[in-house]
């Protein structure tokens, strides 16, 4: 991380002029001991690797079926969206509608932001709107509850067990995959280094 920045601790608010930050280094508050700068090596690149594996994640979850169920011989699969879609049916259109946006809509949006902002960046070119895109990416990412959504999947899994056979299907698999493979992205991803790159000229 370049030296000369100023930058405004995140948790006490006190003005800093940060030094150089090495990659595996980090600099400090000397009011309250807060990180204000940790550099990750290679992290913009890690981050952008992870997001397009997500993106593949994503739509294997989408496209292969989620959950089978076998009662007395005869099997059926669902999909993801199927579920949404049967939630929306039965007259709980509020629920269908947040589940698709929790599980589907926000990270789909959140990784192609960070495709949109970091793919440019490795090419050291800016994306038009980059600073108001990286900003919204902040407010959409609290929206992203996939691990929720898996709990309560993993909680009916084990109380229809008694009932029926279930066979988890890929998307399933690709759906837990997924879960760790934002999660990585997001702490890979140094904010600080997407704000230097967007200062530099071009």
Same mark, same amino acid.
Request: net charge positive; aromatic share 8%; proline share 5%.
């Given at each position: 991380?370049?030296?000369?920045?100023?930058?405004?601790?995140?948790?006490?608010?006190?003005?800093?002029?940060?030094?150089?930050?090495?990659?595996?280094?980090? =600099?400090?508050?000397?009011?309250?001991?807060?990180?204000?700068?940790?550099?990750?090596?290679?992290?913009?690149?890690?981050?952008?690797?992870?997001? &397009?594996?997500?993106? /593949?994640?994503?739509?294997?979850?989408?496209?292969?079926?989620?959950?089978?169920?076998?009662?007395?011989?005869? =099997?059926r699969?669902?999909?993801?969206?199927?579920?949404?879609?049967?939630l929306?049916?039965?007259? %709980?259109?509020? $629920? @269908?509608v947040?589940?698709?946006?929790?599980? &589907?809509? @926000?990270?789909?949006?959140?990784?192609? /932001?960070? $495709?949109?902002?970091?793919?440019?960046?490795?090419?050291?070119?800016?994306?038009?709107?980059?600073?108001?895109?990286?900003r919204?990416?902040?407010?959409?990412?609290?929206?992203s509850? %996939?691990? $929720?959504?898996?709990?309560?999947?993993? /909680?009916? /899994?084990?109380?229809?067990?008694k009932?029926?056979?279930?066979?988890?299907?890929?998307a399933?698999?690709?759906?837990?995959?997924?879960?760790?493979?934002?999660?990585?992205?997001?702490?890979?991803?140094?904010?600080?280094? $997407?704000? #230097?790159?967007? #200062? #530099?000229?071009?």
């Amino acid at each position: 991380m370049t030296a000369g920045h100023i930058m405004a601790c995140h948790d006490c608010d006190l003005l800093h002029r940060l030094p150089a930050v090495a990659d595996g280094m980090r =600099a400090t508050c000397c009011r309250c001991g807060a990180a204000l700068a940790r550099p990750k090596r290679n992290g913009l690149e890690r981050a952008l690797a992870l997001a &397009v594996t997500g993106l /593949v994640l994503l739509a294997l979850a989408n496209s292969f079926p989620f959950l089978g169920f076998k009662i007395q011989g005869q =099997a059926r699969e669902t999909l993801l969206l199927t579920g949404i879609r049967q939630l929306y049916t039965q007259e %709980m259109q509020g $629920v @269908a509608v947040l589940v698709f946006i929790t599980t &589907v809509l @926000a990270p789909l949006a959140q990784l192609l /932001v960070l $495709v949109y902002i970091l793919l440019p960046l490795k090419l050291n070119r800016r994306a038009p709107g980059m600073f108001q895109v990286f900003r919204w990416l902040r407010t959409i990412e609290p929206w992203s509850m %996939m691990e $929720v959504f898996m709990l309560g999947i993993l /909680v009916s /899994v084990v109380k229809l067990a008694k009932m029926a056979q279930i066979i988890p299907g890929i998307a399933a698999f690709c759906f837990m995959a997924l879960i760790f493979v934002l999660a990585a992205c997001m702490a890979s991803l140094d904010p600080h280094v $997407v704000w #230097e790159r967007w #200062e #530099e000229p071009q």
